[in-house]
Antibody
Framework: QVQLQESGPGLVKPSETLSLTCTVS????????WSWIRQPAGKGLEWIGRIYTSGSTNYNPSLKSRVTMSVDTSKNQFSLKLSSVTAADTAVYYC????????????????WGQGTLVTVSS | QTVVTQEPSFSVSPGGTVTLTCGLSSGSVSTSYYPSWYQQTPGQAPRTLIYSTNTRSSGVPDRFSGSILGNKAALTITGAQADDESDYYCVLYMGGGILVFGGGTKLTVL
């Protein structure tokens, strides 16, 4: 059973870069898309982007200018960098696997990490 | 920019049936958007319920079902139970690798 675990600093200063890593265990990271999703306190979920194990990416257009995702298949990890953060980036950040279904391709999330809270504050 | 719309809140009586919907600010939702549905209780990660419009995720009871109703995707809960009280989110695939969450529906069972 695949499990995902987010890790990274819980506190980031404004204007700096938020960096998180998701470690995949219980299965290979290969041949899937992997996503980051965030949720500010009391608000809804927001898709940040996804990365394939080849390194191909798709980002939320509203965040695209600040987001970089990468993957390290040797470590079974993928990562998120979000630059120039402000208080509005304070949220619980989830990593998730993008599931594949024959009739719909890679179009939904089938495994989730537990989430990690990142606070942007000086 | 297209917005994915959901009812902000809904209530259902225990044992009752409720249908939550997922629409677009412009246009109609079809199976080509591959709608998926997620359940989230406070402090927990989301749980996948439905994908590709109407396929139940492993372990999801059959009282949860997905469909297209009119111009929206729909999640129907039949025989609602107290532990169905949660937030429910839909996701639509917009093409080009882009996925968009709806704003979520807070379901109360009372």
């Amino acid at each position: 059973q695949v499990q995902l675990q987010e890790s990274g600093p819980g506190l980031v200063k404004p204007s700096e870069t938020l960096s998180l890593t998701c470690t995949v265990s219980g299965g290979s990271i290969s041949s899937y898309y992997w996503s980051w999703i965030r949720q500010p306190a009391g608000k809804g979920l927001e898709w940040i982007g996804r990365i394939y194990t080849s390194g191909s990416t798709n980002y939320n257009p509203s965040l695209k200018s600040r987001v970089t995702m990468s993957v390290d298949t040797s470590k079974n990890q993928f990562s998120l960098k979000l630059s120039s953060v402000t208080a509005a980036d304070t949220a619980v950040y989830y990593c998730a696997r993008v599931g594949y279904y024959v009739s719909s391709g890679y179009s939904y999330f089938d495994c989730w990490g537990q989430g990690t809270l990142v606070t942007v504050s000086s | 920019q297209t917005v994915v719309t959901q009812e902000p809140s809904f209530s259902v009586s225990p044992g009752g049936t409720v249908t939550l919907t997922c629409g677009l600010s412009s246009g109609s939702v079809s199976t080509s958007y591959y709608p998926s549905w997620y359940q989230q209780t406070p402090g927990q990660a989301p749980r996948t319920l439905i994908y590709s419009t109407n396929t139940r995720s492993s372990g999801v009871p059959d009282r949860f079902s997905g469909s297209i109703l009119g111009n929206k995707a729909a999640l129907t809960i039949t025989g609602a139970q107290a532990d169905d009280e949660s937030d429910y989110y839909c996701v639509l695939y917009m093409g080009g690798g882009i996925l968009v969450f709806g704003g979520g529906t807070k379901l109360t069972v009372l």
